[in-house]
T-cell receptor
Framework: EAEVAQSPRYKITEKSQAVAFWCDPI?????LYWYRQILGQGPELLVQ????????DSQLPKDRFSAERLKGVDSTLKIQPAELGDSAMYLC??????????????FGEGSRLTVL | SQQGEEDPQALSIQEGENATMNCSYK?????LQWYRQNSGRGLVHLIL?????REKHSGRLRVTLDTSKKSSSLLITASRAADTASYFC????????????FGKGTTLSVSS
């Protein structure tokens, strides 16, 4: 069964360091999302891509976060410099997209970030 | 920002009992979805109900939607220990292709 792949699964870094997360969505899924989930809370959207274009990055802290999906397939989320408050689970999800209602999202297993 | 609010925040029941979780949201929607998350894992889609539907079933799951009250409920019948997880409702805004907004979730614990 097709899955959303994410790496690394766990990342421990010191504050002020750079960190990057990678996501490979299900083949053929045009829409890709990055969500951040703080322990005990629900996922919050950071950025949404439709193919290689950013659809919504209104909640992305652009002074330190960047995201790209250059060929409209896999995606990278970068944080530089990392801060203590960035400790969270970073979840990637994909969907068929293509307009119309937002359908089912398929999530990866997430990347757990701990900033010391 | 979070659109949905689940209630209760935590629920503990015995195996075989039914579990009911509620979700309230703020704006008009096209559809509402429920997801499940085991500890430390990604979210898994459970069920989607459209704004023109009032009730939907999938196996032991029953979802209701009341758009006039902007609320939904998820009922899990005959709970099993394996149902222990966090459950989230998620809504889209009433615009095509918008991202889902998730609530804070209900943590369900089913003991055997």
């Amino acid at each position: 069964e097709a899955e959303v792949a994410q790496s690394p699964r766990y990342k421990i870094t010191e504050k002020s360091q750079a960190v990057a997360f990678w996501c490979d969505p299900i083949s053929g899924h045009a829409t890709l999302y990055w969500y951040r989930q703080i322990l005990g809370q629900g996922p919050e959207l950071l950025v949404q891509f439709q193919d290689e274009s950013v659809v919504d990055d209104s909640q992305l802290p652009k002074d330190r976060f960047s995201a790209e999906r250059l060929k409209g397939v896999d995606s990278t989320l970068k944080i530089q410099p990392a801060e203590l408050g960035d400790s969270a689970m970073y979840l990637c999800a994909s969907s068929l997209g293509g307009g119309g209602d937002t359908g089912e999202l398929f999530f990866g297993e997430g990347s757990r970030l701990t900033v010391l | 920002s979070q659109q949905g609010e689940e209630d209760p925040q935590a629920l503990s029941i015995q195996e075989g009992e039914n579990a009911t979780m509620n979700c309230s949201y703020k704006t008009s929607i096209n559809n509402l979805q429920w997801y499940r998350q085991n500890s430390g894992r990604g979210l898994v889609h459970l069920i989607l109900i459209r704004s023109n539907e009032r009730e939907k079933h999938s196996g032991r799951l029953r979802v209701t939607l009341d758009t006039s009250k902007k609320s939904s409920s998820l009922l899990i019948t005959a709970s099993r220990a394996a149902d222990t997880a966090s459950y989230f409702c998620a809504t889209d805004a009433d615009q095509a292709g918008t991202a889902l907004i998730f609530g804070k979730g209900t943590t369900l614990s089913v003991s055997s």
